[in-house]
């Protein structure tokens, strides 16, 4: 078995090997680019000087030469994602063998006939092709759809225009040659049209702005297929000559071919531009296909340019069929986000991202159906929507002009008052209330409908309507509370508050807006019952405040009043896991999520802690209460449905003290559940506890969930506790909260004890 130090001279020697490699293919780019130069200045000198006249051959050779030796090494020693490189390298292997034949043969560079080079030269078009296919798939991440119609555009108007200039310059002049130089030279025209098309279709794809390593690539496709095209044209007027400019393309092209392999990292590229750029190179085509089919070409390749022009407009009409098609999508489901599909009210999305609303000294009402859980379970969910639609009716007839109307989820309604003058929201949301006594007859039912209403009053402390909503609905729960068809105003404002409490609410506010560097997370272990081994671990937050290190007990009121709970949760989430990450402790994290946010923001801020801790969803458990699923049992089903589909656990805390009973546990979409210590704490002295712990882990069992006991703190109460299904400990009896560091260091200790 090989040792640390043995892994690491392997590794160390895969990077001296992968540097020597790098030396080794930057000499031979400094030969070639020498070789070229040389190149350029043999052509350069004037007359027919002998050392030109033997020089500019053997230069032309070594250079292909040289960009085989570049891109084989490259495809050779870059592992898997190199390995279409080997494809470049073979085409031009062929083209070095197709030159030595042309030498062996001393056809020299201008034949009147086909030739066995011709071969040899021709069959580097298909492998250049499926090159630039398979390099384009392996780098390019795209919108498929779209890149692959606007590269056609674009590809098809080139081969069209291409194929009208041909027609025009070069079919004229091979008119009574030989037919194999026909057939050869048709088969170049055509290998470098199809060439031009694909450059230009992969810029195209990469919309105009891909790596390096592609620029490289382009234009050595664009230079290669211009050479030729030249060179074509030339010798059918009967006017090319040895050692002209047009030679020097080719060698440039071998040189680009190099840098391109060279420079390529492999990695997938997402491409990215202004819509203006993205659009202009389809519409030119666009334009140029209408040119070539006003223009009507009159030479034997007139048809293949009509046709091509016409096509190149039928996909024009298809492109713009989809983004029709993708306008109207787009439309539809933006209003359905914003849109409650029942009522026909915004939804809370689009009261929170309207913009209008932000700006505004307004008032906010949230309106509760009191009972309306009755409703559904009696008469049924068809009939519970109707009713929602009879009150959503009456609430837009009381709504008046500049104030809007919303439902937020369930039974709850908001409504923001921007008309009403300062100190009336109070009498607003009462007439509001009283618009809704009226009986309502559902199924042949008379029904007294009642609601009860929170409300908070605009004010400058207010940092945005969300948190006036939260607060808004934490008074309609206040008013809930004390009986049916109440209103109750928030009793957060600053006049009711003491300075202290200003004060700490002011600097939990800065602490978190400067990073929350001041909040402090520890770890307590979840233990399992059976063999000790660690579940996971609880991220419980403390405060530096004064000097003193707070429980959450003494500063989480704050945070809610001052509707900071968003900030703390997001700061729970991110630093959780970036510590554990840190100091490689391998143990998911269970942090506590409030009932306020099972919403799409933790569907939204899960996945992006995540992310910026490099971590799997395996390794976060939500814990949310009985009160999240019993608030918004439609959007919290959603939510939890949402979570687990791509990972992350979820566990049910204070199970026991919510309207949860045992019969509710299928239901549940969870993953286990937290019983509460007032159950636990109580086991060695009161049978009854015993029995309804006993039965909960009974049932937890047969439908796979796991249990984790809280409290667990008084002697006695652990020996109390019967190991059923996959049952685990939280408790100061078997690990304190601690920091991430001593968390490490226990886990290390845990770990030598059990091999010891």
């Known amino acids: 078995m090989a040792s640390d130090s043995d892994r690491a001279v392997s590794r160390n020697g895969g990077r001296m090997s992968r540097t020597g490699v ?20 043999t052509l350069a000198v004037p007359g027919d000087t002998g050392l030109a006249a033997a020089a500019s051959p053997l230069l032309y050779n070594v250079s292909f030469i040289l960009a085989a030796a570049v891109v084989g090494v490259h495809a050779a020693t870059g592992g898997r994602r190199t390995r279409p490189w080997f494809v470049v390298a073979g085409g031009l292997a062929l083209y070095v063998v197709g030159l030595a034949v042309m030498s062996l043969g001393g056809t020299g560079m201008s034949p009147n006939a086909a030739t066995p080079a011709d071969a040899f030269w021709l069959m580097f078009y298909p492998l250049a092709f499926v090159a630039l296919l398979v390099l384009t798939k392996r780098s390019l991440a795209m919108d498929v759809t779209h890149s692959l119609l606007d590269s056609a555009l674009v590809g098809v108007g080139a081969f069209a225009v291409g194929v009208a200039i041909l027609d025009a310059t070069v079919a004229p002049g091979m008119s009574g040659a030989d037919p194999s130089f026909v057939i050869t030279r048709s088969l170049y025209l055509l290998g470098d049209l199809v060439m031009l098309v694909l450059v230009l279709a992969v810029a195209q794809a990469f919309k105009w702005r891909p790596p390096v390593a592609w620029w490289f690539l382009i234009a050595g496709g664009i230079v290669f297929s211009l050479a030729d095209a030249a060179y074509l044209v030339q010798l059918a007027n009967g006017t090319y000559v040895s050692g002209s400019w047009i030679d020097l393309l080719w060698p440039v092209t071998a040189l680009l071919v190099s840098l391109a392999a060279f420079s390529d990292t492999g990695a997938p590229v997402p491409p990215a531009a202004p819509q203006r750029v993205t659009f202009l190179a389809p519409s030119i085509a666009i334009v140029a296909a209408g040119g070539v089919l006003l223009w009507q070409p009159s030479g034997p390749l007139q048809m293949a340019a009509a046709v091509a022009a016409g096509v190149t407009i039928l996909l024009a009409v298809v492109r713009l069929n989809v983004d029709v098609r993708e306008s109207v999508r787009l439309t539809r489901q933006l209003r359905r986000s914003q849109v409650d599909m029942l009522t026909g009210l915004p939804n809370r999305r689009s009261l929170l991202e309207s913009g209008d609303l932000q700006d505004l000294r307004c008032s906010v009402v949230v309106l509760g159906i009191d009972s309306f859980k009755d409703v559904n379970d009696t008469l049924g969910h068809d009939a519970g929507d109707r009713l929602l639609v009879m009150i959503a009716e009456r609430l837009r007839s009381q709504v008046a002009d500049g104030d809007v109307l919303a439902r937020l989820e369930g039974d709850e309604f908001a409504v923001v008052l921007c008309s009403t003058p300062p100190g009336g929201a109070g009498a607003a949301a009462e007439s509001l209330v009283r618009s809704l006594e009226d009986p309502v007859t559902l199924d042949g039912i008379p029904l007294l409908v009642t609601a009860c209403a929170g409300v908070v009053e605009a004010g400058e402390e207010w940092p945005d309507l969300a948190s006036m909503l939260r607060h808004a609905a934490a008074a309609l729960g ?11 105003l928030h009793s957060g404002e600053p006049g009711a508050q003491t300075a202290e409490r200003l004060r700490m609410r002011a600097e939990a506010r800065a602490a978190l807006t400067s990073g929350g560097a001041d909040f402090v997370v520890h770890y307590q272990p979840v233990v399992s019952l059976r ?45 959780s896991l970036r510590e554990l990450r840190a100091n490689h402790v391998d143990l998911p994290v269970s942090v506590n999520v409030p009932p306020d946010l099972m919403s799409d923001w933790i569907l939204a801020e899960a996945p992006r802690s995540l992310s910026m801790a490099g971590a799997q969803p395996r390794s976060l458990i939500i814990e949310i209460t009985e009160e999240a699923i019993m608030k918004q049992p439609e959007v919290a089903a959603h939510v939890l449905q949402s979570l687990r589909s791509r990972g992350v656990r979820i566990l049910l805390d204070d199970f026991g003290t919510g309207w949860s009973g045992l019969s509710s546990l299928r239901d549940l979409i969870v993953d286990g559940l937290k019983i509460d210590h007032s159950f636990v704490s109580r086991l060695h002295v009161d049978p009854s506890a015993r029995a309804i712990v006993r039965s909960i882990a009974l049932l937890a069992a047969d439908l796979d969930l796991m249990i984790v006991y809280e409290g667990v703190d008084e002697p006695g109460v652990l020996d109390d506790l019967t190991p059923i299904g996959r049952c685990y400990v939280q408790s100061y009896t078997t690990a304190r909260p601690m920091s991430a560091r001593e968390l490490a260091v226990w886990m290390d200790r845990r770990r030598v004890a059990v091999d010891a």
Request: proline letters at 5%; charged letters at 20%; aromatic letters at 6%.
């Open 22 to 41: 790098r030396a080794a293919l930057s000499l031979l780019l400094i030969a070639l680019c020498l070789v070229v130069v040389l190149y350029a200045v």
């Open 478 to 488: 206040s008013a809930k509370a004390e009986g049916p068809g109440l209103v109750r």
């Open 531 to 575: 063999d000790g081994s660690v579940l996971a671990v609880e991220a419980l937050v403390r405060w530096r405040y004064e000097g003193a290190l707070l429980q959450p007990s003494d500063f989480l009121p704050e945070i809610v009043r001052g509707g900071l709970m968003p900030d703390l949760t997001r700061l729970m989430l991110t630093t």
